[in-house]
Structure formats: C-alpha cells, structure tokens
C-alpha cells in the first residue's frame, strides 16, 4: 500500500515564482480600465433584450439570432472578466483558489458557451462573407486554446497550460482589438465618408471591417507568441543571470 507521504511526493506541484508585485505589472490596471470601458459601451444596450438596440441586425428567416447573440455577448463579458484576473500575477500568487474558481468559470460559464455562440453567430454575420470566416476562425481557435489549457491544468502540466491560457486571454481580448483596428482601416480608406456608409450590408463598410477583423485578430496572435517568448520573471531573470555570466568569461 502506498503510503501517504509517498502520494504526497508523487504528485508534481505547479512550478513557484517569486511573488510578484503589483508595481512590477503596471499594465494590469490599464487592461482593467480598458475592459470595464469596452463593457461599459458594449454590453447595456443588450441588457435591454431589445433588438432595435443591437449593433448587428439580425438575418432573416433566424429568429433565434438576437437571443444567441445577447447570450454570446453575456458569456464574451464574463470570460474577459475573469480573464482580467487570470492574468494577474500577484492574484494567482495571493489567492490560489479564487484562481482555481475564476479559471472554471472562465472556461465553463465564459468561453465554452461563448465561443460555441460565437460560432453559429459569426456564421450568419451581415458583414459579409470575409468577416464572417474571421469570426468562425476566431471562435474556433478561442475554444481549441481554450480547451487544451484547461487539460493542460487538469492534467497539472501547469507550464504549458500557462502557455495555451495566454493564447486564450489574447483572443477573448480580440473583440476590442478587431475593433480599433476596424475603425483605423476604415478612417484611412473612407474618411468623411463613414459618415454615409448605410451599415453593414454596405459593401465600404464590409471593406474595411473585412480587413480590420482579420489584421486585429493576426495582431493579437502575434502579442501572444511575443508574450510567451518573453517568458515568466523567473525565466527571464535566469536569461539575465546566464548573460552576466558569459560576459564575465
């Protein structure tokens, strides 16, 4: 019978860090500042479970689109919620469990529903057919990143779970970003002309948001690998040290 101190040393830890300290992360106020802005401006409207108040008509002969899209929205605000949490250094370090329970939630009240509505919603966009395959991609690669991170942490490979919850926190931040990167492309292609553009079904406006939805997904991707190459504190602070020491020599 195996005993208890040895069920105790069999089973890998999550690898230890220095705690971090909040100054040492100063990005983590503006990223929350900038996700309590984004569903401040964003999500109220559907609140109101009005479809007149909807950014995005909804097909026709899909009945059912305005109720999948305002559950989408609702998921999407509870992943980027969390997420904002997820990647918080001190947090994670400070209250481990909280961690555990907001990474559930995030996964299974945020992006799995979240990402599936995605889908299906994405696949009806009156955007046209470009922006609808960039939202089918998007919704794709968020839940596969998604899913393998949570395996990952299920199964305690908790560096590489790391690496895929990272990925997944800079496609649930998407949303924000294809955004600018819409209106950038739009501002330089049409001007003043926005201002006459009908909606979505226009084809300038189908343009533009064809070309920024796939730039601001690709940007967010590209953050991802730059984020992941950086390494954690520890493994640059090992960099560091390997530096100095060759320096010496």
């Not at 990005?27 to 984004?38: C, D, K, N, Y």
């Not at 991802?224 to 602070?237: M, P």
Request: hydrophobic residues 45%.
């Amino acid at each position: 019978m195996t005993s208890t101190i040895d069920k105790a040393t069999s089973t890998p830890s999550p690898p230890t860090e220095p705690r971090p300290r909040f100054w040492r992360r100063p990005w983590i106020g503006p990223l929350m500042l900038l996700a309590a802005a984004f569903l401040a401006f964003s999500v109220p409207r559907y609140l109101t479970f009005d479809p007149v108040q909807s950014n995005v008509p909804a097909p026709d002969g899909f009945p059912a689109h305005y109720v999948l899209l305002v559950g989408h929205v609702l998921c999407g605000t509870v992943a980027m919620v969390t997420a904002c949490f997820q990647i918080w250094p001190a947090f994670r370090a400070r209250y481990p469990r909280a961690h555990r329970v907001m990474g559930r939630t995030y996964v299974l009240a945020g992006v799995l529903p979240g990402g599936v509505l995605a889908i299906v919603v994405g696949l009806v966009s009156p955007f046209g057919p470009v922006v609808r395959a960039a939202n089918v991609t998007l919704g794709i690669l968020w839940l596969a990143t998604t899913i393998a991170g949570f395996r990952m942490a299920r199964q305690r490979r908790f560096v590489e779970h790391r690496r895929w919850m990272v990925r997944s926190f800079w496609l649930t931040f998407a949303i924000i970003t294809t955004r600018v990167t819409s209106g950038i492309f739009g501002f330089i292609m049409y001007g003043e002309q926005m201002a006459e553009l009908t909606g979505p079904t226009d084809p300038r406006t189908q343009m533009f948001s064809s070309i920024g939805v796939w730039v601001g997904l690709m940007v967010n991707l590209v953050i991802a690998e730059w984020w992941l190459e950086r390494g954690t504190a520890s493994e640059r602070k090992a960099r560091r040290e390997r530096r100095l020491r060759a320096a010496r020599r």
